[in-house]
């Protein structure tokens, strides 16, 4: 006994059948994606994607072959010309299936199935390359990079205290030099907080940051007034 | 041919048809919209499926 074909039976004899289905798999050819039942849509697949080897075959067999499904020779040209060609490097799966839930009238369940894109080589190559960032990522705790901000935006406000401790103290030594070098420490400082704080929204993080800017401001004030009293 | 012998009482009519129960559908949150939907099936209020536009709204 031959296997039976998978999925629902369609119609109301095998030639019934068979002509839904050509029908089918020439408009989802002529417009590259149609709306129809999930059981309809199911069947179709294995049929479009044959019919799609068909036409990377290209020769005049296989075209003779899908003739014989598809009546129209305008799509069967189109199908020939454009969508064979179109899937030269990619092997199967030329359809998506997408269900977009129970129509109004019958509550059918409905979806949509269209002709996938191109697969381009660098496509091929991104694919490849998230795959394996998706497998890097899982191991790495996901959670760490979510405290660091935080915690490089506090330590950047105790940098740049620091830094505008020291500009104040070598400006009351008269150092112009020293206090110079020390509001660009706090400066720089500032901003790393700064940057910490954009990429969070922890109010904690920005506090830190505001107050990382006021110290970088207080030790440029100091480097300034050291400079001033120098010349 | 074989036929009922009596009319069936309203009282087991009755108890057969409370048996019939309308089932929650079991929703889940669209990523995109945040709006409930179907599992497995495109969002109908903003039309997308796994990030793709599946649907005109």
């Known amino acids: 006994m031959p296997t039976p074909t998978k999925g629902a039976r369609l ?4 030639a019934h059948e068979r002509l839904m289905l050509a029908n089918l798999a020439t408009a989802l050819f002529e417009h590259g994606r149609i709306t129809t039942t999930e059981a309809k849509a199911k069947r179709l697949r294995p049929l479009a994607e044959r019919l799609i080897t068909f036409a990377k075959r290209g020769d005049l067999h296989a075209r003779r072959r899908v003739m014989t499904v598809v009546r129209d020779k305008s799509v ?23 269900k ?7 509550n059918a369940p409905m979806a949509v199935i269209e002709l996938v894109e191109a697969l381009t080589a660098k496509a091929e190559t991104v694919r490849e390359g998230e795959a ?20 490089t935006a506090v330590a950047a406000a105790e940098t740049a205290a620091a830094a505008a401790e020291e500009a104040a103290d070598d ?40 107050e990382a800017e006021a110290f970088a401001d207080m030790a440029e004030d100091a480097s300034d007034e050291a400079k001033k009293s120098a010349e | ?14 108890s057969r048809r409370a048996q019939w129960k309308a089932v929650a559908a079991p929703l889940a949150t669209c990523p995109r919209c945040r709006e409930l ?19 005109d709204v």
């Open chain 2, 1 to 14: 041919m074989a036929v009922p012998k009596r009319k069936m009482s309203r009282s087991n009519t009755r």
């Open chain 1, 132 to 151: 394996a960032t998706r497998r890097s990522a899982k191991k790495a705790p996901a959670k760490k990079a979510a405290a660091s901000p935080a915690e």
């Open chain 1, 11 to 14: 119609g109301g004899g095998p």
């Open chain 1, 76 to 98: 069967v040209h189109e199908l020939f010309a454009e969508i064979g060609p179109r899937y030269e490097n990619r092997p199967g799966g030329y359809t998506r299936i997408t």
């Open chain 1, 171 to 210: 400006a009351a030594e008269g150092d112009v030099e020293g206090a110079e070098q020390a509001a660009a420490e706090a400066r720089a400082a500032a901003d790393a907080a700064g940057a910490a704080a954009e990429v969070t929204d922890d109010p904690k993080v920005e506090e830190a940051a505001g």
């Open chain 2, 37 to 55: 939907k179907l599992p497995h099936v495109a969002c109908p209020t903003c039309g997308t499926y796994n990030g793709r536009d599946v649907l």
């Open chain 1, 100 to 106: 977009v839930g129970p129509r109004k009238g019958d």
